[in-house]
């Protein structure tokens, strides 16, 4: 995931206002999964039907604040809510927990992180995970989160850059990406009209 921006004491750095439901996602694709059939096949203009994931970097107590998230160009988000985990059928994959922002829910991944419940503060960054895909056994206790998009754009940066420029611009997602190197795609829920957040992913 890129670098250190989401950290709350940055947020004078980011210039990304509280989002609400009918905003571009900016979202990682990691290279790890830049093989994925259906990640691979992701162009300008697709609809696809998923639930964008935040990979948990941070947690913090809740500051009081209103539930909600903001996120930047690279999909590095600081987010507000409340952890809840999922009921995994009986002999089942492990639960997945689940951010709700008020508006939104996202799936947690908490790598290094240790697991919370309750209401939080998160920092992380988002992205697409095709373990979570429609039909499988954790993407359907993730359900409710997923939404049918369509791809404003997809663009390649520098990972740790703190002000990135507009990147380059793809019409397909690569085979390989340098380490140093981030993949975004830019989503926005079908039927919203297209006024992106960062037109650069356009």
């Given at each position: 995931m890129?670098?250190?921006?989401?950290?709350?004491e940055?947020?004078?750095?980011?210039?990304a206002?509280r989002?609400?439901?009918d905003?571009?996602?900016a979202?990682q694709l990691?290279?790890t999964?830049?093989?994925?059939?259906?990640?691979?096949?992701?162009v300008?203009?697709?609809?696809?039907d998923?639930?964008?994931?935040l990979?948990?970097a941070?947690?913090?107590?809740?500051d009081?604040?209103p539930a909600?998230?903001?996120?930047?160009e690279?999909?590095?988000?600081h987010?507000?809510g409340?952890?809840?985990?999922?009921t995994p059928?009986?002999?089942?994959?492990?639960?997945?927990?689940?951010l709700?922002?008020?508006e939104r829910?996202?799936?947690l991944?908490?790598s290094?992180?240790q697991p919370?419940e309750?209401?939080?503060?998160?920092?992380g960054?988002?992205y697409?995970?095709?373990?979570l895909?429609?039909g499988?056994?954790l993407?359907?206790?993730?359900?409710?989160?997923?939404?049918?998009?369509?791809?404003?754009g997809?663009?390649?940066?520098?990972r740790?850059?703190?002000?990135?420029?507009?990147?380059?611009?793809?019409t397909?997602v690569?085979?390989?990406l340098?380490?140093?190197?981030?993949?975004?795609?830019?989503l926005?829920p079908?039927?919203v009209?297209d006024?992106p957040?960062?037109?650069?992913?356009?």
């Amino acid at each position: 995931m890129a670098g250190e921006r989401w950290r709350p004491e940055r947020a004078a750095e980011r210039a990304a206002a509280r989002h609400t439901r009918d905003d571009e996602l900016a979202v990682q694709l990691p290279s790890t999964f830049l093989d994925d059939p259906e990640l691979q096949g992701l162009v300008p203009g697709a609809e696809i039907d998923v639930a964008p994931a935040l990979f948990v970097a941070e947690t913090s107590p809740p500051d009081g604040g209103p539930a909600g998230w903001r996120h930047d160009e690279l999909g590095l988000v600081h987010a507000r809510g409340t952890v809840l985990t999922a009921t995994p059928a009986s002999g089942g994959p492990p639960p997945v927990s689940v951010l709700d922002t008020g508006e939104r829910l996202f799936p947690l991944f908490w790598s290094t992180t240790q697991p919370v419940e309750g209401p939080v503060t998160v920092g992380g960054a988002l992205y697409l995970d095709p373990d979570l895909a429609a039909g499988s056994a954790l993407g359907e206790q993730v359900a409710l989160c997923r939404e049918r998009y369509r791809v404003t754009g997809l663009r390649v940066s520098p990972r740790l850059s703190w002000r990135p420029g507009p990147g380059l611009r793809l019409t397909e997602v690569p085979r390989d990406l340098d380490d140093d190197l981030v993949l975004v795609v830019g989503l926005l829920p079908v039927g919203v009209p297209d006024t992106p957040r960062f037109p650069t992913l356009g």
